[in-house]
């Protein structure tokens, strides 16, 4: 599948493991120049070194998206070290803690410091990379951007403590629409892709311990719709902004099942 991505950069936070860095390794099947970043800097090295196995060049890069001054200074070393930035995937955020007990706080338990930490990082993570990169973008007067929102930001399904993380990743949807709106006339597109549960290795571990039912882990088959969904909105022929794709609404349409998606903007 050519999707025109040969020679292009992209940037993927949160990508030192589960979908941040299937997107990454997806990309450089595509020949893309991949920067990988995540916190954990021994994740995002070993994935830049996969990246490099597949002849195609990678940096990895630690910064905390969280942080206006480490977005800064990765989103430079991308332009000085590829020249320019065509991809930015905002996927870094929190499901499960790695080193804490599997599960969630109902709201009514939690402290206004962890909603400052979910919301920081989910949503301001994704404000300061997007900021950070479109005066690159509009120079270039291209530029394709991906948010990694969720269903659970689109309709809640009354799924306990989840209440913040919902609320993070709703204002990534209308993030994604107020950008849009402004950026499109410059030939940047910007749009959201919502998955369901996806089964990442604390997602697995949740069902083993059975906080998770096994039916709504997302499938082999939702997660490959959500990877295709992301590379082709970050191809350079595609056109569409200020829309949501959601993987699961896609695959419950290909089993004949309703599907409710928003309308559509093309860039100039």
């Not at 920067?35 to 021994?42: H, K, L, Q, T």
């Not at 404000?127 to 950070?132: E, V």
């Not at 892709?193 to 069902?207: H, I, K």
Request: proline share 2%; with cysteine.
């Amino acid at each position: 599948m050519d999707l025109h991505l040969a020679g292009k950069v992209a940037l993927v936070t949160g990508a030192g493991r589960g979908i941040g860095r299937a997107i990454a390794l997806e990309f450089a099947k595509e020949s893309a120049h991949v920067v990988v970043d995540d916190i954990d800097a021994a994740a995002a090295h070993s994935v830049a070194e996969e990246i490099l196995s597949l002849d195609s060049r990678s940096l990895s890069v630690d910064a905390d998206v969280t942080k206006v001054d480490q977005v800064e200074k990765m989103i430079s070393l991308v332009v000085a070290t590829f020249g320019k930035i065509d991809i930015l995937v905002n996927n870094a955020g929190i499901f499960y803690e790695l080193e804490a007990p599997i599960g969630r706080k109902l709201f009514e338990e939690s402290r206004p410091e962890e909603w400052r930490r979910e919301i920081d990082l989910i949503l301001y993570g994704a404000l300061n990379c997007i900021r950070l990169a479109l005066s690159h973008m509009i120079r270039q007067k291209s530029g394709r951007i991906v948010n990694i929102s969720s269903d659970q930001g689109v309709v809640n399904t009354g799924v306990k403590g989840m209440s913040i993380y919902s609320t993070a990743k709703g204002g990534l949807l209308a993030l994604t629409r107020g950008i849009a709106a402004e950026v499109a006339a410059h030939g940047i597109t910007v749009n959201t892709v919502s998955p369901g549960l996806v089964r990442t290795t604390r997602a697995m571990l949740a069902e083993r311990q059975r906080e998770t039912k096994p039916s709504s882990i997302t499938t082999t088959k939702s997660c490959k719709i959500l990877l295709l969904l992301v590379y082709r909105l970050a191809g350079s022929g595609s056109r569409k902004t200020s829309r949501n794709w959601s993987s699961s609404w896609l695959l419950m349409r290909q089993s004949g099942s309703p599907v409710r998606t928003s309308s559509p903007t093309a860039a100039t």
